[in-house]
């Protein structure tokens, strides 16, 4: 019991953390239709922000603060440089310019942080476990990680369900050009949606780094489980992420444990899944 | 003398290497209603893209208020004024009734009071009565009703309509037209396509009839009708 719990805990916590660079992906995806193979080094771009700054201020949360705006005008940057000139073109050349960024970011990292895996340290104040239903104790952080992925999670939902922009989002994932038409910029709505994708991708990485380590290729994982949420959620679908990547980390994690010889496939298995049965995804268009 | 409120001056468009549009001058009038007729693949809505800079014209200008708004982007030409309403309708199938209405909602910069929600649901009531439901859960005629909403929401000066009661019943057809006639009477100009010619006749004022590329006939009613032999011709009546 204590370890079937411990699992759900990681593996919700694991998913959270997914769903933050998923979601990023998805919007991508739906919206500008491009396939965007460089989302995994914004993720690691956070988590090497998270190292830098971290040791600047001394704390994870100031870190986060300072890290999602200037993950925001580097994302902004990528897009206006890069990304833009996509918009028309195949999947095959946004597949290979993208994953030339990845090439790039890549040595850009070695330049800068080396090729030594490094840690972030837990705030003294974070650090410990507490007992769950008497049951189990679970680190302290981990658990601040999941709520701070959660209010993430609805202050994006909020914006996409309520606002004057997430109209403009849902509405771009469903006809772009006629959101054009109506008078909308779509260059600096999917500018403002590329870079909000980024720093939530950043966001992940920040907040993640005191758990994991931080090293070189760290969001290259990232990238390919992100994109099977992508098409289990439905492209273009936020929902349809969060969902995605819930049961994504429920089956890493249950698979790790009950199923460790094919822990690796159990991910791809509940994709196919999902494919046979829904091929637009749980939340997708079919 | 009265200048156009939009004007196409001698555009040239193309679509990759075939030449769509050749040479077209097209003008409407503040305040006046024009249809744009001919048979299909003619460039009716070919006009109509390139004057909302869906396309641009490879030579020649669009004139919108006296303003050259030639390879401009088509949200820079919509907040100057033109709406367009495509043939598909444009509705956002993910966005409820009320969200689709206010999505581009904006002041008018005329005289002409502005339109607004309480507006529109007395010209559509039946969009009030769906305001909650979403994009994809309405009929055709409703979802043309929408169009139209919307399109007055943004308070154009000038309204372009491609196929406005294609595929939609002969009940629902009579109602979009006689709102075409109340927005016609607010005094925004419009350019309708449709394959009615008699409800066009009705109408508008003012008669373009498109054949491969190019305008043959641009005239009034009057003479539209007296001139049998052009309707045979051109629109197959």
Redesign the interface.
């Known amino acids: 019991m204590d370890l079937v719990l411990t699992q759900i805990f990681n593996g919700l916590q694991y998913g959270l953390l997914i769903f933050l660079a998923a979601s990023g992906l998805t919007l991508v995806l739906g919206i500008m239709g491009v396939i965007n193979l460089s989302h995994g080094s914004f993720y690691m771009l956070g988590a090497y922000l998270s190292l830098t700054l971290t040791s600047l201020t001394g704390d994870i949360f100031l870190s986060l603060a300072l890290g999602i705006p200037i993950a925001f005008l580097f994302g902004a940057a990528i897009e206006w440089l890069f990304i833009r000139h996509l918009y028309a073109r195949d999947h095959l050349q946004q597949v290979l310019l993208t994953f030339g960024l990845i090439l790039v970011f890549n040595e850009l990292q070695r330049m800068i942080w080396g090729t030594f895996p490094h840690s972030v340290p837990i705030p003294s104040y974070l650090s410990g476990s507490v007992k769950i239903f008497g049951l189990m104790s679970y680190p302290v952080y981990r658990i601040a990680v999941a709520g701070l992925c959660i209010l993430l999670a609805l202050a994006m939902m909020f914006v996409i369900q309520r606002t004057k922009i997430g109209?403009?989002i849902?509405?771009g994932?469903?006809?772009r050009?006629?959101v054009?038409?109506?008078?909308?910029?779509?260059?600096l709505l999917f500018r403002f949606v590329f870079a909000a994708g980024v720093s939530l991708a950043a966001a992940g990485g920040i907040i993640a780094a005191p758990i994991e380590s931080v090293y070189p290729g760290i969001g290259e994982s990232v990238l390919i489980t992100s994109l099977v949420v992508v098409v289990i959620g439905g492209i273009g679908s936020v929902r349809g992420a969060f969902v995605g990547a819930l049961l994504i980390g429920l089956a890493d994690a249950f698979g790790k444990v009950y199923l460790p010889q094919f822990a690796s496939v159990v991910v791809y298995a509940l994709m196919a899944a999902v494919l046979v049965t829904r091929p637009g995804g749980l939340f997708g268009r079919a | 003398m009265t200048a156009p409120v939009l004007a196409a001056e001698k555009i040239n468009t193309y679509y990759g290497h075939s030449h769509i549009l050749r040479g077209v001058d097209f003008r409407v009038m503040p305040r006046e209603t024009v249809s744009l007729l001919g048979r299909n693949g003619m460039g009716k809505t070919t006009l109509l893209r390139s004057l909302v800079g869906l396309v641009k014209p490879r030579t020649g200008h669009v004139i919108f208020n006296g303003a050259d708004i030639t390879g401009n982007r088509p949200s820079f030409i919509a907040r100057a004024g033109l709406a367009f309403i495509p043939e598909d309708r444009g509705i956002f199938p993910n966005l409820t009734v009320i969200e689709n209405l206010t999505f581009a909602a904006r002041p008018g910069r005329g005289t002409r009071p502005d339109w607004t929600l309480e507006r529109i649901y007395s010209l559509f009531p039946r969009l009030a009565e769906r305001r909650t439901h979403w994009g994809n859960e309405l009929s055709g005629g409703e979802q043309k009703m929408l169009s139209i909403g919307r399109a007055l929401m943004t308070n154009p000066d000038i309204i372009l309509f491609d196929e406005a009661t294609e595929g939609l019943a002969p009940k629902v057809r009579d109602e979009i037209w006689a709102t075409l006639r109340q927005v016609a009477a607010t005094g925004i100009a419009a350019v309708v396509v449709d394959k009615n010619l008699d409800d066009l006749l009705a109408l508008a004022e003012r008669h373009v009839v498109m054949a491969k590329g190019e305008i043959v006939f641009d005239g009034t009613t009057q003479v539209l009708k007296a001139d049998e032999a052009l309707i045979h011709r051109h629109l197959g009546v």
């Open positions: 109209r403009m849902r509405a994932e469903s006809n050009e006629m054009e038409v109506l008078g909308i910029d779509t260059r």
